[in-house]
């Protein structure tokens, strides 16, 4: 079991809430690491998909003996570094006589693995390989596209879940406004079979087309391979119910709160009526001080003007 933190100041409450499940998430970084044995292809294999994710990625270089994500507690470990390196996906390559070049795609939730897909790697080629202009090479951190070709992407279990976990390896920071000349690169997923699939990693090249529209090109600049199904192990459909919660459209609407663009959140109170003109006024009010002062002046002027008249008493001059 994993144990709970607890913060001991401010700072690191802030930083384990936003490590925290969350409505609207952050964006998803991704754990590489290697099995006990692990084949050199496999090992380029891992390498290029860093090199893809470099900017949302931790890798791990080290053999893990331990980690066994579909064997009952082998998973611990795996969690353990999940919850270490706030990661929310994970590749793990191994490499067996029973399954050669075998490469898991994981999602966890709540630091816990939520599902797994296991594939078998075939016909790699690794980005080295390619050759190409290197000015239309896709740039760290630019969102691409996706090609799902193949009908047994909406019909096959296997090949739909496999859709889902490549959207959320490659897809990056959820964003609402794109400019479309940061649009560089595409993932094409071709589904040859419903235990194989071709994955290719393809650079878009802008041409004239005599339109405002232009033309576009794809140039393969690597990586590329074969995927072949092994196992999946879908979600517990609890854990999917609560890891698919969303903000409701429909949510309650708080009174009297608004949200303004300079501003911000903007609140109103209730203030009932003060009733000024029945309030109990006392005699010590400045603007009461004020007045006698001013009388007082004045009752010196007029008998500097006139000192035989008896002056008046303040209660005749207020009067």
């Known amino acids: 079991m994993l144990k709970t933190r607890v913060a001991k100041n401010h700072r690191a409450k802030r930083a384990l809430e936003n490590r925290a499940p969350k409505l609207v998430e952050n964006g998803k970084k991704t754990l590489i690491l290697e099995g006990t044995k692990c084949s050199a292809v496999l090992r380029e294999v891992l390498t290029d998909i860093y090199q893809l994710k470099k900017d949302n990625c931790v890798r791990f270089t080290r053999k893990n003996d331990n980690v066994r994500p579909f064997e009952g507690g082998g998973e611990t470990s795996l969690e353990f570094f999940?919850?270490?390196?706030?990661?929310s996906l994970f590749l793990y390559g191994s490499h067996s006589k029973?399954?050669?070049?075998n490469l898991i795609f994981g999602r966890m939730y709540d630091h816990h693995i939520y599902d797994l897909f296991e594939v078998g790697v075939?016909?790699?080629k690794r980005m080295s390989?390619?050759?190409y202009d290197r000015k239309i090479a896709p740039k760290i951190g630019s969102k691409p596209l996706f090609?799902?070709?193949g009908e047994w992407f909406e019909s096959v279990e296997e090949l739909i879940h496999l859709k889902e976990i490549l959207l959320d390896l490659f897809r990056g920071q959820v964003i609402e406004n794109l400019n479309?000349?940061?649009v560089d690169h595409v993932y094409v997923v071709s589904a040859i079979s419903p235990k194989k699939v071709l994955f290719m990693h393809c650079a878009l090249r802008l041409k004239r087309s005599g339109t405002s529209v232009p033309r576009m090109e794809l140039v393969?600049?690597?990586p590329s391979m074969d995927l072949v199904v092994r196992r999946h192990r879908l979600p517990n459909p609890s854990i999917k119910k609560e890891a698919m919660k969303?903000?409701?459209k429909h949510a309650k609407k708080i009174k009297n709160v608004s949200h303004d663009v300079i501003d911000g959140k903007i609140g109103k109170i209730y203030m009932p009526d003060q009733k000024v003109g029945s309030m109990v006024l006392t005699s010590d009010v400045k603007g009461l001080k004020r007045e006698r002062r001013e009388a007082k002046a004045n009752k010196k002027n007029a008998f500097k003007e006139n000192p035989t008249k008896k002056p008046k008493t303040d209660d005749e001059i207020k009067a």
């Open 82 to 87: 999940s919850l270490k390196t706030d990661c």
């Open 129 to 131: 390989l390619f050759s």
């Open 98 to 101: 029973k399954r050669p070049n």
């Open 246 to 248: 969303t903000v409701s």
């Open 220 to 222: 393969e600049v690597g």
């Open 147 to 149: 090609a799902f070709i």
């Open 180 to 182: 479309l000349v940061g």
């Open 122 to 124: 075939e016909n790699f």
